[in-house]
């Protein structure tokens, strides 16, 4: 089932006319006319009594139309979460970073970071040693100063 489809059915039966429809949602009132005619098909049953002049859900459309509108708002809500999850930062970051770095300089700074990002969690590895990146699960490591080992 195409969500096309039901969006024609939806815009079909709010304005009373498929040729209404058809404008609303920027096609011809002949695909407007086949996107019904496959939703009718599809569900076997007819939804809407067409003339030249009107159109009218049936029983059965009138039923139909509540879960259609309740599965598009549904798909939309769903589409808005996840554009909201696309542009909100969350999930857990590890870091690794030096004590004197990560007392004297980041500390303020991640505090903030935080307050503007709450759904984040940060895991932090505050250690003088160098972290082995391939065996600690450390997706950014903050270092200054010459690498010994150009491995790191």
């Known amino acids: 089932m195409r ?17 209404a429809a058809a404008r609303e949602l920027a096609i011809t009132p ?41 599965a598009l708002r549904a798909l939309a809500e769903g589409e808005k979460e996840l554009h909201r999850e696309r542009q909100e930062i969350a999930g857990e970051l590890s870091l690794s970073m030096p004590s004197d770095l990560g007392r004297n300089v980041l500390l303020g700074w991640l505090d903030r970071f935080m307050a503007l990002h709450p759904q984040l969690r940060l895991r932090l590895r505050v250690s003088d040693r160098v972290s082995d990146l391939f065996r600690q699960p450390v997706e950014i490591a903050l270092r200054y100063g010459v690498p010994e080992d150009s491995a790191w």
């Open 30 to 70: 002949a695909v407007a006319s086949v996107a019904i005619k496959r939703l009718e098909d599809a569900l076997g049953t007819r939804l809407l009594v067409r003339s030249t002049r009107s159109l009218r859900l049936t029983p059965a459309g009138a039923h139909y139309l509540v879960h259609a509108k309740t």
């Open 3 to 19: 969500t096309d489809d039901l969006n024609v059915l939806v815009y079909a039966a709010e304005h009373g006319s498929l040729s």
